[in-house]
C-alpha cells in the first residue's frame, strides 16, 4: 500500500514510517503539516494518508481540516487520524464525511504494533478502524436513534464490536459464540437498519456510521 503520512513530531514520523516500509508498506511522503499534506496529496497518488489532528501553526485542528479536505478532493483515498485525546466533533467529522475507508485511532494505539499494522490494514482496505475509548465517548455524547431501537441486545452488542473494526471471526471469539452465530445477527443488523443488499464490506461502514449517530 502507498502511504502519506502527515505528523508534526519528527521521532514519532520517522518511527511511523520506519514501521510500515517493514510491514511491506510504500511510505510516498512524510510532512509536518496541513499545507504540506495538500501538496503531497496531489502528486504521490498515495492510497492512505495517515494524520496528526493537531499540526502547526495553531496545534489545533489543522491536520483534521487537511484531512477532511483530501477526502473532498481525493474520495477514495482512505483516511487514519492519529490523535493524543479523543476530539469527539474532529471524528464525527471525520467519519461524517465518507462512509469507507476511514479511522480514528488514539496514539497510544501505536505503541501495540500488531494491532495499528491491523487497522493500517483494514482502513486500506476501506474499512473502519475506531478506538474503543473514541466509540464509547460518542455514544455517551450521542443518544442511540429510533432505528437502532430494534436491536437485540446481542445485535448491539456485535455492532459495537464492529464500530471497532473487529472482524467477524474476532467478534465471535470474543463473545464466545461460533462464526454462524455471529453472521446471523450481523444479517439482522443489516435488516434492521435498513441497509441494502450491495456489497457486504460497505454495508459493514454504514452500519457503523449509523451506529454512532453521523
Known sequence: MRILIAEDLVLLREGLAALLTDAGHEIVGAVGDGDALLEAVGRTEAD??????????????EGLRAALEVRRRVPAMAILILSQHVEERYASDLLGAGSQGVGYLLKDRVAD?????????????????IDPEVVAQLLGRRRRTDVLEDL???????????????????????????????????????????????????????????????
Open 48 to 61: 492512505l494518508a495517515i494524520v496528526d489532528v493537531r499540526m502547526p501553526p495553531t496545534q489545533t485542528d
Open 113 to 129: 504494533v500488531q494491532e495499528f499494522l491491523s487497522a493500517v490494514r483494514r482502513v486500506g482496505a476501506g474499512g473502519t478502524a
Open 152 to 214: 437485540t441486545p446481542r445485535e448491539s452488542e456485535v455492532l459495537g464490536l464492529m464500530a471497532e473494526g473487529h472482524t467477524n471471526a474476532a467478534i465471535a471469539e470474543r463473545l464466545v459464540v461460533t462464526h454462524g452465530a455471529v453472521e446471523k445477527h450481523v444479517r439482522n443488523v443489516f435488516l434492521k437498519l435498513g441497509l441494502p443488499q450491495t456489497d457486504q464490506h460497505h454495508r459493514r461502514v454504514l452500519a457503523v456510521l449509523t451506529y454512532l449517530g453521523v
